[in-house]
């Protein structure tokens, strides 16, 4: 079996962060592992606090992964700030791991700021170089490549900037752009355009976790990066499609629609 590992928060509502990531794993036929950077309070419609784990804990957990089985592929995704930043960089430059996917996690569904905005600068300095995919959405495209993001064209001016940054690839995402969902990919020579009609949910909790980690998932099992992407797109369409009507805010996505009915 193929084995993944993602470095993220904890939701404790189970919609997002490494419990997206596990379930989304899981529903690829892939072993999923997982390190915790900050522990989340968090439900459908708040967050309430966040602490971030001892930087010296994380490399811990990181070790131990790595000194047993080592992961196909690596998802990050909540790295509140430049000390999780700068220990993760290290472990990964450290331990090597193919297939890194990095998910610049900036704020919660609710639009509450899960990663310091002094933090930025570290994670286009030290993490994104080290990043074959990385995978922001349009908010968070646009804080890190410094422009406003208004049409398909911006979406490809802002992923070449970012690619640029050094990583292999970079996605950006269009969930909140209008009309259709578009996400556009760039590999420092060609754009590659990945579109879905939008579903009228307001259940779309964890989505971008469940996005990244289905990428993960798909380069652990030995698809090609364009190929990665088309599929995860397919997948997390369908798992919002199949959403969750739980909570009193937005829902979360179903990771298991495949295997039983809402």
Avoid at 82 to 102: C, F, G, H, Q
Avoid at 154 to 168: S, Y
Avoid at 236 to 243: D, G, N
Wanted: hydrophobic share 40%.
């Amino acid at each position: 079996m193929k084995t993944a590992l993602t470095i993220a928060g904890s939701d404790c509502g189970g919609g997002a962060g490494i419990q997206a990531d596990l379930k989304t794993f899981s529903a690829h036929g892939v072993f999923g592992m997982s390190v915790i950077t900050s522990v989340v309070a968090e439900n459908t419609f708040r967050v309430i606090e966040y602490q971030d784990v001892r930087p010296d804990m994380i490399a811990k957990q990181i070790d131990a992964v790595f000194e047993d089985i080592v992961p196909a592929s690596v998802k990050i995704g909540m790295l509140s700030n430049r000390e999780t930043m700068l220990i993760v960089a290290d472990k990964l430059k450290e331990y090597k791991p193919a297939n890194v996917v990095i998910d610049p996690v900036m704020y919660a569904k609710n639009g509450s700021a899960l990663m310091n905005p002094e933090a930025i600068e570290t994670l286009i300095s030290e993490i994104v170089p080290l990043a074959d995919l990385i995978t922001p959405n349009i908010p968070e495209a646009e804080k890190m490549a410094g422009i406003k993001i208004e049409t398909r064209e911006d979406m490809k001016k802002a992923a070449k900037i970012i690619r640029e940054m050094g990583c292999r690839a970079a996605l950006v995402k269009g969930g909140h752009s209008a009309g259709d969902a578009a996400d556009i990919l760039y590999d420092g020579s060609e754009f590659y355009s990945f579109t879905a009609r939008r579903i009228d949910t307001k259940n779309t909790h964890g989505t971008g976790c469940t996005f990244s980690s289905a990428i993960a998932a798909n380069l652990a099992l030995g698809l090609t990066l364009e190929k990665t992407v088309e599929m995860a797109k397919e997948y997390v369409t369908e798992a919002i499609r199949h959403a969750l009507p739980l909570g009193k805010g937005n829902g979360p996505t179903n990771h298991f629609y495949k295997f039983f009915d809402n």
